[in-house]
């Protein structure tokens, strides 16, 4: 069964205190692993999208990393801004319809 | 990147009547939509899978007779919550997928999401 699991499930963090969030999966054939920021009361907001091991992209101070088992969401000098819910989600199986699997998410809190 | 509305943002109700929300893609088109509910603290809960010109697919335990889902045009999705009741008081959230079900790479994006409180 195809699952994701993100750790740790909340993380505090001082400002410009680097650090890194997990998300592990089983997935039957992945074909693209997403990273989403939520913060309260909206809809997710797209970060990130890693199709293959040893993928890597960047975007401001958030860099995202993938293998075979986990992505790694790496945040670098975290401002308070930077503070919401950081979901995980993975896409597998070449019959789900383009179904995404979500993880609990990770709740990051920077404060100044 | 795309953009994804949804409307209402938020919508009271009595028990026993029923409420419609529309997803709509603004700059993109998209074959393939998809809806969510969200429970405090909680994840995303896949509901089901909107599909333009054909019949939704529902995820298991999902009562598609409850949650009736539309997809008429390459840009809107409607989700109609029939004989509202307070348990399914929720965040209701779409999203739509760039690119067609054949392409290997895409991307999807969300709504800012529909909270629904029945009375």
């Known amino acids: 069964e195809d699952q994701v699991t993100q750790s740790p499930e909340a993380l505090r963090l001082q400002e410009g205190e680097s650090s890194s969030l997990n998300c592990s999966y089983t997935?039957?054939?992945?074909?693209?692993l997403f990273w989403y920021r939520q913060d309260p009361g909206k809809g997710p907001e797209f970060l990130f999208t890693?199709?293959?091991a040893g993928e890597e992209k960047e975007k401001e101070r958030l860099k995202a990393t993938l293998t075979k088992k986990e992505s790694f969401l790496h945040i670098t000098a975290p401002k308070p801004e930077d503070s919401a819910t950081y979901l995980c989600?993975?896409?597998?199986?070449?019959?789900?319809?383009?179904?995404?699997?979500f993880g609990q998410g990770t709740e990051l809190s920077v404060k100044p | 990147g795309a953009v994804v509305s949804q409307h209402p943002s938020w919508v009271i109700c009595k028990s026993g009547t029923s409420v419609k929300i529309e997803c709509r893609s603004l700059?993109?088109?998209?074959?393939?939509m998809f809806w969510y509910r969200q429970f405090p603290k909680q994840s995303l809960m896949l509901m089901a899978t909107?599909?333009?010109?054909?019949?939704?697919?529902?995820e298991q335990g999902v009562e598609k007779d409850k949650f009736l889902i539309n997809h008429a045009s390459l840009t809107l999705s409607t989700l109609t919550v029939t004989s509202a009741h307070p348990e399914d008081s929720s965040f209701y959230i779409c999203?739509?997928?760039?690119?067609?079900?054949?392409?290997?790479?895409?991307?999807?994006?969300f709504g800012p999401g529909t909270r629904l409180t029945v009375t």
């Open positions: 999203s739509a997928r760039v690119g067609g079900p054949g392409q290997a790479n895409y991307e999807q994006y």
């Open positions: 997935v039957s054939g992945l074909r693209g």
């Open positions: 890693l199709y293959s």
């Open positions: 989600a993975v896409q597998g199986g070449y019959n789900q319809g383009g179904k995404l699997i």
């Open positions: 700059d993109f088109q998209a074959t393939t």
């Open positions: 909107s599909n333009e010109g054909s019949k939704a697919t529902y």
